[in-house]
T-cell receptor, first 115, second 115 residues
Framework: AQKITQTQPGMFVQEKEAVTLDCTYDTSDQSYGLFWYKQPSSGEMIFLIYQGSYDEQNATEGRYSLNFQKARKSANLVISASQLGDSAMYFCAMREGNGYSTLTFGKGTMLLVSP | DGGITQSPKYLFRKEGQNVTLSCEQNLNHDAMYWYRQDPGQGLRLIYYSQIVNDFQKGDIAEGYSVSREKKESFPLTVTSAQKNPTAFYLC??????????????FGPGTRLTVL
């Protein structure tokens, strides 16, 4: 079974609107962390936001917020006020077990922002 | 400037040849990682190293080899045993601080094409 599932291969949004990118995860660990990365066409991976399994509040970083629903095992990324520069691939990733374990990535969602 | 460098950005090799991809970091990070990305896919872990002179296989280590003789350097060799080596290769490192909120920092990547 896949540990990270991103069901939206592609998403379209108009500039200045909000968009939600879905991510569900599968783990039996109580302690884990969830990450979102952005990959522009240049290929670099840019860290956006992090949510810990014990964090009681949803993480926020500027225009990015994470809608964390632990019981449903979902960690959706919300981008508010989309900009043209937000067009990129977005990856959800999870770290399980101890804090030194590796990341498992989903297959990603391509976001296109139109003027 | 601190960061992760990967060279070259584009690499072409003939089938059957071994090729080594460079990854250098001056961030004083202990842990380093190699990922492979195929078109439309997420990142898959090839090898990782938590400390100098130690490394572990990831999910798709077959046909690859690594070394970690220096903290700053983690070269990846793609051997002729790798059946389908054409891909985008990303190197990452991680700070030594403990805890969950410990994202990986990525290099710009190397696009390897085997002819």
């Amino acid at each position: 079974a896949q540990k990270i599932t991103q069901t939206q291969p592609g998403m379209f949004v108009q500039e200045k609107e909000a968009v939600t990118l879905d991510c569900t995860y599968d783990t039996s660990d109580q302690s884990y962390g969830l990450f979102w990365y952005k990959q522009p066409s240049s290929g670099e991976m840019i860290f956006l936001i992090y949510q810990g399994s014990y964090d009681e509040q949803n993480a926020t970083e500027g225009r990015y917020s994470l809608n964390f629903q632990k019981a449903r095992k979902s960690a959706n990324l919300v981008i508010s006020a989309s900009q043209l520069g937000d067009s990129a691939m977005y990856f959800c990733a999870m770290r399980e077990g101890n804090g030194y374990s590796t990341l498992t990535f989903g297959k990603g969602t391509m976001l296109l922002v139109s003027p | 400037d601190g960061g992760i460098t990967q060279s070259p950005k584009y690499l072409f090799r003939k089938e059957g040849q071994n090729v080594t991809l460079s990854c250098e970091q001056n961030l004083n990070h202990d842990a380093m990682y190699w990922y492979r990305q195929d078109p439309g896919q997420g990142l898959r872990l090839i090898y990782y190293s938590q400390i100098v002179n130690d490394f572990q296989k990831g999910d798709i280590a077959e046909g690859y080899s690594v070394s970690r003789e220096k903290k700053e350097s983690f070269p990846l060799t793609v051997t002729s045993a790798q059946k389908n080596p054409t891909a985008f290769y990303l190197c990452a490192s991680r700070p030594p601080r403990q805890g969950w909120y410990n994202e990986q920092f990525f290099g710009p990547g190397t696009r390897l094409t085997v002819l």
